[in-house]
Each structure stands twice: as structure tokens, then as C-alpha cells.
């Protein structure tokens, strides 16, 4: 990272940035192509270790990738807007942070798996957990285990 003063390492502020962000930009290769798809997503972070959830039809380009390549590239971003003032535009910037970071996606096929990722899911949507799920069996639940990731802030 260049700007190591924007850089973030506690765990609790990169919780609140994963926490204050409801989408995830996944990147993916198609045959050297890129493709980039915004998800809903659900989290654990243990341990220094980030572990991302989304839900997909079994069915899609998304899916097909993720089958011939696994590598993924997500981004999570939180917008807070714009500062500075002044006649040049050098005397601005914008206030955000961010989480990025390249992983590995894996298909869940347990069902008590992906209830458990479908709950943590929902529960970073909704603020609501133990939800109950009557087509399980027919949405594909994608873990992705984030190999490396960089946590980032620029404040208001």
C-alpha cells in the first residue's frame, strides 16, 4: 500500500467498514476477460482471516467462471462524500474507506453450510438472524476465502 497513513490493520475498524457496506464488487477472469458483478454478502472475520458469503442462481456467467476459475478480486467501499475547498482542484478530496482483496471462491453444497452462510448473509443485510429458507436446494451459496486484503480510510 502506497499511503501506509491510510492504511487500516485493527480488526474492530475493518469490521465497521465491512459492516457499514451492504454491496461487494467481485472481479472475475473470463478467459482473460474481466467481468466484475455486485453482490450482497455476508462475513466472519476470526482471526485475521476474512471469509466472504453471497447467493447466486446456479445458473449465469458468474457461475460458469467461477467454475473454469476460481480466483476472485472483491472490493468493499464506504462512502463519505466530498471535502476540501479551494480554487484548484488539488485542494480536494473525497472521504472513504474500503476493504479489497484477492481470494478463492468455493461452491457450498452442504445445506447446513449454506444456511449457516445464508444466515450470516442475511444478518449483515437485515440485522436479523434465523431466517428460514424453502428453495436451499436450489441456490448456489459461494464461500470465498480471501487469500490477502488491505483495509484503507481517507476520513471526513
Do not use: W
Not at 473454469?68 to 467501499?77: D, G, Q, R, W
Amino acid at each position: 500500500m502506497r499511503r501506509k497513513d491510510r492504511e487500516v490493520t485493527d480488526p474492530a475498524a475493518i469490521r465497521q467498514i465491512l459492516d457499514s457496506a451492504k454491496v461487494m464488487y467481485m472481479g472475475l477472469s473470463d478467459l482473460g476477460e474481466p467481468y466484475v458483478v455486485p453482490l450482497n454478502y455476508g462475513y466472519t472475520l476470526e482471526d485475521g482471516i476474512l471469509t466472504f458469503y453471497f447467493h447466486s442462481s446456479p445458473a449465469g456467467r458468474k457461475m460458469d467462471i467461477l467454475k473454469e476459475n476460481p480466483a476472485v478480486f472483491c472490493t468493499v467501499a464506504v462512502e463519505g462524500g466530498l471535502k476540501g475547498e479551494g480554487g484548484t482542484a488539488c485542494a480536494y478530496g473525497y472521504a472513504f474507506a474500503s476493504v479489497m482483496g484477492q481470494g478463492r471462491a468455493t461452491v457450498l453444497t452442504d445445506p447446513n453450510d449454506k444456511k449457516t452462510a445464508l444466515d450470516l448473509l442475511m444478518a449483515h443485510q437485515t440485522g436479523m438472524g434465523d431466517f428460514t429458507y424453502e428453495t436451499i436446494s436450489k441456490v448456489a451459496v459461494v464461500r470465498v476465502t480471501m487469500e490477502s486484503y488491505t483495509a484503507k480510510c481517507n476520513p471526513q
